[in-house]
């Protein structure tokens, strides 16, 4: 059994700042890439930003500058560092992992279940 955990959300006014974790547990030998999408009410799920196995990062054209994706490989945990959140911001925002089970085993788009970003005064 896998576990992808997101923590950090909440409700945060215009110009403020947030920081989600993803947690990665359970029969994980190494997780690859990380990412973080988000869906609001009505619209499609988008991706928000990624990061490899090797460190490379890539986001949204909505979001740079503004927010940064990391990871802690010991702790097998992401994080998305927002700033200057907008309105627009608001949404569901979901970690996706791609990584091997102890098995050797990869396992592509595993899902988290989501936490709640909105971003209002």
């Known amino acids: 059994q896998v576990q992808l955990v997101e923590s950090g959300g909440g409700l945060v006014q215009p110009g403020g700042s947030l920081r989600l974790s993803c947690a990665a547990s359970?029969?994980?030998?190494?997780?690859?890439?990380m990412g973080w999408y988000r869906q609001a009410p009505g619209k499609q799920r988008e991706l928000v930003a990624s990061?490899?196995?090797?460190?490379?990062?890539n986001y949204a054209d909505s979001v740079k500058g503004r927010f940064t994706i990391s990871r802690d490989r010991a702790k097998n945990t992401a994080y998305l560092q927002m700033n200057s959140l907008k309105p627009e911001d608001t949404a569901v925002y979901s970690c996706?992992?791609?990584?091997?089970?102890?098995?050797?085993?990869?396992?592509?788009?595993?899902w988290g279940r989501g936490t709640q970003v909105t971003v209002s005064s």
């Open positions: 990061i490899t196995s090797g460190d490379n990062t």
């Open positions: 359970g029969n994980i030998f190494r997780v690859n890439a």
């Open positions: 996706n992992a791609d990584f091997l089970t102890r098995a050797l085993v990869r396992v592509r788009d595993y």
